[in-house]
């Protein structure tokens, strides 16, 4: 059982490249969500998405794009990648709660570090 | 914006128990606290969660207040490996969301 699987672990990109972080559960987990980590400052909620076909943003959604295609992959789209978007990002997932969010009980992946030159 | 509050830092003996306080006083009647930790630059893992009773699992032990606006994770032999960041949180608005403060770096010493 693989859990959360995001790649790639690392990543180096110049400023306005594009890039894609990977996200796949196998735990057929309603709920996922992107998470961004820079020192000193928590974790901070991107977007997440409480199903396939249905996304919403967090509290720093800004330059950054996602889709839900399938319940299994919620990808983070770059589409024109800043320095302030070098963090560590990680991805989530729960099973959905009766309010139809997350359970509560994330799953977590092991982080993709990205520097933005 | 629902917030939780828990210390910087704090250190711990190994072998002896750590107790990590956290405040919620905002803290709705249906909603349940829930407790991370993140070991290194590793991904956070699930501890534990509680509503308002006691609750204990193979890694803690979660101590509620009645009035629920705080509660207490409690490792009872902390070892070297449990020194970690422990996040406090709680689901917040629409579709439940987590949110993850700084919360608290626990060190455990020889």
């Known amino acids: 059982n693989a859990g959360v699987t995001q790649t790639p672990k690392f990543q180096v990109l110049k400023t306005g490249q594009s890039m894609t972080l990977q996200c796949a559960q196998d735990?057929?987990?309603?709920?996922m969500s992107w998470y961004r980590q820079d020192p000193g400052m928590g974790l901070r909620l991107i977007h997440y998405?409480?199903?396939?076909?249905?996304?919403d943003q967090g509290e720093v959604p800004n330059g950054y794009n996602v889709s839900r295609s399938t319940t299994e992959d919620f990808p983070l789209r770059l589409l024109s990648a800043a320095p302030s978007q070098t963090s560590v990002y990680f991805c989530a997932s729960s099973r959905k709660g009766t309010s139809g969010g997350t359970r509560g009980e994330l799953f977590f992946g092991e982080g993709s570090r990205l520097t933005v030159l | 914006d629902a917030k939780t509050t828990q210390p910087t830092s704090m250190d711990c003996a190994e072998g002896r128990a750590a107790n990590l306080p956290c405040n919620h006083s905002?803290?709705?009647?249906?909603?349940?606290v829930y407790w991370y930790r993140q070991i290194h630059s590793q991904g956070p893992q699930y501890i534990i969660h509680g509503l308002k009773n006691n609750e204990t699992n193979e890694m803690a032990s979660l101590i509620i207040t009645e009035d629920r606006k705080s509660s207490t994770l409690i490792l009872p032999h902390a070892t070297l490996r449990d020194t970690a960041v422990y996040y406090c949180?709680?689901?917040?608005?629409?579709?439940?969301?987590?949110?993850f403060g700084t919360g608290t770096r626990l060190q455990v010493t020889l």
């Open positions: 949180t709680r689901p917040t608005g629409t579709a439940s969301k987590l949110t």
């Open positions: 998405s409480v199903g396939a076909g249905i996304t």
């Open positions: 735990m057929n987990h309603e709920y």
């Open positions: 905002t803290i709705s009647g249906n909603e349940y």
